[in-house]
């Protein structure tokens, strides 16, 4: 399996960027597929997440609101919009995915994924 981010930058606070992540040989359906970020000094988190097989969405509570998950089956592909961006938004993005059955139980933990993408930076000032 490999998950290949793009979509990083440089933003002003306000501005907005759109993340991608395209997998190959994962086979969706009803798997946790979604974005993490990390901070140096800092734990990697879950930002948001989805069920590939449709439906359930979870967003961690610092983005709820200004960040939109999705995804387009057609290409294995999920994004992440990101709006009303802020300096503690800067982070290095991962993309991660699951190869179990997605419950939501833990959607937003990493110990929920076993692929990761090398991830993509975003810096916001």
């Known amino acids: 399996v490999q998950l290949v981010e793009s979509g990083g930058g440089s933003v002003q606070a306000g501005g907005s960027l759109r993340l991608s992540c395209v997998a190959s040989g994962f086979t969706a359906g009803n798997k946790c597929m979604g974005w993490f970020r990390q901070s140096p000094a800092k734990e990697r988190t879950g930002v948001a997440v989805l069920n590939t097989g449709g439906g359930a969405i979870w967003y961690g509570d610092s983005v709820k609101g200004r960040f939109t998950i999705s995804q387009d089956n057609s290409q294995n592909t999920v994004y992440l919009q990101m709006n009303s961006l802020r300096p503690e938004d800067t982070a290095m993005y991962y993309c991660?995915?699951?190869?179990?059955?997605?419950?939501?139980?833990?959607?937003?933990?990493?110990?929920?994924?076993?692929?990761w993408g090398q991830g993509t930076q975003v810096t916001v000032s």
């Open positions: 991660a995915a699951g190869q179990w059955k997605c419950t939501g139980v833990r959607a937003l933990s990493r110990v929920t994924y076993d692929y």
